[in-house]
């Protein structure tokens, strides 16, 4: 199973929205609504922000939000704020396998 | 809290074997699926495996199947994954993570990571 392709890099100055992208197949991201969102700061364990698509967890601010358009699953930021600089890791259920991650996108907060 | 506790990283020479533990607190252990997921120095997230909540299904990662094997015992509240033929590709911080469970459905998610032990394969 192929990871789950992001954008290596993005980034935004405070206050505007950015959003990550995670391009995958009917095997997996098409397939399933069964996408989830990961931000990881360094050296830390990620953390969930959103499931099956656009559910956000208890406790996660309403800044970020999820879709999806066919095959691509989208994760926005809005109100981009200092402490959203961090890694994103997109996640599907796919139909070879529970998980398949996505490559990772660093957002920079200029 | 509700708290999962790696242990048992370590360096290991290629061909070796390693077993990480994880200890679970704060939550009723044989209520949920386990998984263990791994980050290689720089890279990505990768999934390995996953154990359902009694232990008798278990799923693996087509780059770890036939060499790592994952169980757990309820009655200690610890999720294991024993690690054999270990090559250098397997470097990387395990971590071990809970399955979402919100209300009566499980999701296709993580809601509760370890720390993460670094396993590190090298001569």
């Known amino acids: 199973q192929s990871a789950l392709t992001q954008p290596a890099s993005l980034s935004g100055s405070p206050g505007q929205s950015i959003t990550i992208s995670c391009t995958g197949t009917s095997s997996d991201v098409g397939g399933y609504n069964y996408v989830s969102w990961y931000q990881q700061h360094p050296g830390k364990a990620p953390k969930l922000m959103i499931y099956?698509?656009?559910n956000r967890p208890s406790g996660v601010s309403n800044r970020f939000s999820g879709s999806k358009s066919g095959n691509t699953a989208s994760l926005t930021i809005s109100g981009l704020q200092a402490e959203d600089e961090a890694d994103y890791y997109c996640s599907s259920h796919t139909n070879s396998s529970p998980y398949v991650f996505g490559t990772g996108t660093k957002v920079t907060v200029l | 809290e509700v708290q999962l506790l790696e242990s048992g990283g370590g360096l290991v020479q290629p061909g070796g074997s390693l077993r990480l533990s994880c200890a679970a607190s704060?939550?009723?252990?044989?209520?949920?699926?386990m998984s263990w997921v791994r980050q290689a120095p720089g890279k990505g997230l990768e999934w390995v495996s996953s154990?359902?909540?009694?232990?008798?299904?278990?799923y693996y990662a087509d780059s770890v199947k036939g060499r790592f094997t994952i169980a757990r015992d309820n009655s200690k509240n610890t999720l294991y994954l024993q690690m054999n033929s270990l090559r250098a590709e397997d470097t990387a911080v395990y971590y071990c993570?809970?399955?979402?469970?919100?209300?009566?459905?499980?999701?296709?998610?993580?809601?509760?990571w370890g720390q993460g032990t670094m396993v590190t394969v090298s001569s």
């Open positions: 993570a809970r399955k979402y469970y919100y209300g009566s459905r499980a999701y296709y998610s993580f809601d509760i």
């Open positions: 704060g939550f009723t252990f044989n209520n949920y699926a």
């Open positions: 154990v359902g909540h009694s232990g008798t299904d278990t």
């Open positions: 099956d698509v656009s």
